[in-house]
């Protein structure tokens, strides 16, 4: 598979495609699940509720933002996929991760959920037949390919583990 050309996502999504290596997305993805588990394995339920300033979210709130988004973009690359021509709204982030009620479960069921839905989102992507991975859809008012909602996907979450291991890991207080 090639890597998605600009004009098959929207430009505030070059960023996070920007940042996956190579062009094969799906050993990416596979790969991501196996070190997301491991990034989280050490960590303590205190390090789930840390946040390095305030107004930003918690650890379990970025892992939940993670699951969740995933859940959507992949959700998208189906419709896509599928054939479906309608046009697919966008989200408000911050609405998903308020009403999420991460602080109320524990770091290791959100980073095993985000197991389970990368696990789906890999079987969704190996289900499409080759001539899928090019179809063309709306979401968010923006043109999008199936190819590109995978490598969107790998991204948001490099995009995010960055955040976590340069700004939160660190500057948790050890006790």
Same mark, same amino acid.
Do not use: C
């Given at each position: ?6 004009? !098959? ?15 094969? $997305? ?17 960590? @303590? ?15 379990? !709130? $970025? ?63 190996? @289900? ?11 979401? @968010? ?23 976590? !291991? ?10």
């Amino acid at each position: 598979m090639k890597r998605p050309e600009p004009t !098959e996502y929207a430009e505030s999504h070059a960023n996070y495609v920007s940042k996956v290596p190579g062009s094969d $997305v799906l050993s990416v993805l596979e790969s991501q699940r196996v070190q997301m588990l491991q990034l989280f394995a050490g960590r @303590s339920e205190r390090d789930g509720s840390f946040r390095y300033s305030p107004g930003k979210w918690t650890v379990k !709130e $970025v892992l939940g933002h993670i699951n969740d988004t995933e859940r959507i973009f992949a959700y998208r690359a189906l419709r896509i996929a599928r054939g479906d021509q309608t046009p697919l709204p966008g989200f408000e982030q911050d609405d998903f991760v308020k009403n999420g009620a991460f602080s109320g479960r524990t770091l290791a069921d959100l980073a095993e959920e985000f197991a389970l839905v990368r696990g789906a989102s890999l079987a969704l992507f190996r @289900s499409f037949p080759q001539e899928a991975w090019l179809r063309r859809g709306v979401a @968010s008012q923006k043109e999008v390919t199936v190819r590109a909602l995978a490598f969107v996907i790998a991204g948001h979450q490099i995009h995010h583990r960055i955040v976590l !291991e340069e700004r939160y890991f660190p500057a948790i207080p050890r006790a």
